[in-house]
């Protein structure tokens, strides 16, 4: 092999080209092939390679981009309801959205996902066994350390990244509800597990988790977890900062009472956000408006039949107020919002069934003096206690207390500053129980009752596959609830039916799709889905 130099005679540039002898076969003869490899640098005499010639060499096998992974064996798989995962994927938008954050993970973020949905209450330690029967993205068996070291990469930017994306698909086409719940934790060693109000009253320390959720598409946007003793009054403004953080604007939100507070109004106002949510009777510009609609509450022209409730709405001055730290002052105007009454004679009953069950427990406790510390207030509210050494304990009813609580059994109460008709903020408002139900998907279903880690970014990076799986689950769930099929079918007894649907795999022979039924095909028809095919 020879280079060889030949200069241009227009130009005056030498180049340089690279002579290959090879045997022609054709005219079997010893041949040269020339190529050109650069041209000569007047000054210095060196060769200037071409671009084509400094092409990097073809990588190494431990270079190589992953790719499908090629039939090396003769199995059989279930793979219906992967299928079914698939599509949403798809449709939802969370396989472009996953595939984009985190290009390296994302196959092993859906499998896990998937894996959780499939085998409802299961431990990740039996993931090995069951990919190896299942269809799932990565393809792969994902051990417990990979699987550890999979929670870890995954970071705070891409969860805000991934929230972003999802959220920007439908953030002007609903309201939002958020909520927050409490999770148990053995863990001594993260940070955010905290005593503080249980919401199941368990006595082990918490941390809490505060949800995002579509109010008619059913699906959730975001997650936060939080220290276990934030309470949830304390939560709104730190969710509006994050909305501006994610460039959410002029989002609809809809909260429930607990969240409730004059500043937290205050800090909706300001963000420009509009909202729906539950107010408490005993404020006293709503006690105020409550006496004057009582009699109003019992017409029938304020009765609505689907919800079985009388309603009505008046419009009143919200007292805005704003500080101005720069300019050490407060801003302070009237704000137009809408407070809606409601009185329902079932929930009277109930009111007053729920009452009864409490004050006996309550005089049950003070009785056997096992006091529980989320009752201590209502014990005095109540009950008047007094001892004497002669006559013993003696617990005297506060009837004052208690016919107070009997007038209002039946009314609640929304505060909103958009809707101005009280049965579509009442309908708006009772959706916000997909995000109740959520929270038992990922307690139950997706057994995360109790954490069982030992680091903080293992807890980030499983609550957020756990948030992925929940996002399947909530569309399957609403796509059952639109098509009536929760009156034949359980969640689970749906992904089991199309589970059964096979596919076989051989090398050099491809794949071959399983049998479909008539009733699989009606299912995936129902949830929107189009049927498999190879």
Known sequence: MAVIFQTNKKTGIT??????????????????????????????????????????????????????????????IFYGAGYLLDQIGKQTGVYADLKAIFPEHYKQILSIAYYLILEENNALSRFSHWQKLHHH???????????????????????????????NRRMEKEYWAFDTTSISSYSEVLSQVKKGRNKEHDRLPQINLALLFGAQSGLPF????????????????????????????????????????????NALYKHHQKFVIGVQLKLKYVKGVLEAERENLKLWSNFETQFNTYGVCRTINWEYEQERPYKGDVIKLEKRAYLHLFYNPEKAIKDQVDMNDYLTALHQDLKENTLKDYRMKDYDKYFEVTETPKRGKKITPKEEAMRNAVRNYGYFALLSNEVNDPFEALSLYRSKDVVEKAFGNLKERLNFRRMQVSSEL?????????????????????????????????????????????????????RVLGE????????????????PSL
């Open 15 to 76: 180049y340089a080209y690279q002579n290959e002898p090879y045997w022609d076969k054709e005219k079997q003869q010893s041949r040269a092939k020339r190529t050109l490899i650069g041209k000569v640098d007047p000054v210095t005499g060196e060769i200037i390679p071409t671009r084509s010639y400094k092409k990097k060499p073809a990588p190494t096998s431990s270079e190589v981009k992953p790719g499908p992974i090629p039939m090396t064996q003769v199995r059989r």
């Open 137 to 167: 993205p990565y393809c792969q068996d994902i051990p417990s350390q990979r699987s550890s070291d999979l929670f870890q990469a995954i970071d705070e930017e891409g969860r805000m990244a991934f929230f972003q994306k999802q959220g």
């Open 222 to 265: 975001y997650y936060r977890k939080l220290s276990g003793n934030i309470t949830d009054v304390k939560t709104v403004r730190q969710l509006m900062k994050e909305f501006d953080v994610m460039g959410y604007k002029k989002v609809n939100v809809i909260f429930d009472r607990g969240f409730y507070s004059k500043d937290n109004i």
């Open 458 to 510: 293992s807890l980030n990076g499983k609550l957020f596959v756990e948030f992925i799986a929940l996002i399947y689950l909530s569309y399957v769930k609403k796509k059952m609830q639109d098509a009536e099929l929760f009156n034949q079918w359980t969640l689970q007894g749906v992904l089991d039916e199309l589970d059964m649907i096979e596919l076989f795999e051989a090398p050099g022979h491809g």
């Open 516 to 531: 479909v039924t008539t009733k699989q095909k009606e299912l995936y028809e129902a949830l929107g889905v189009a049927l």
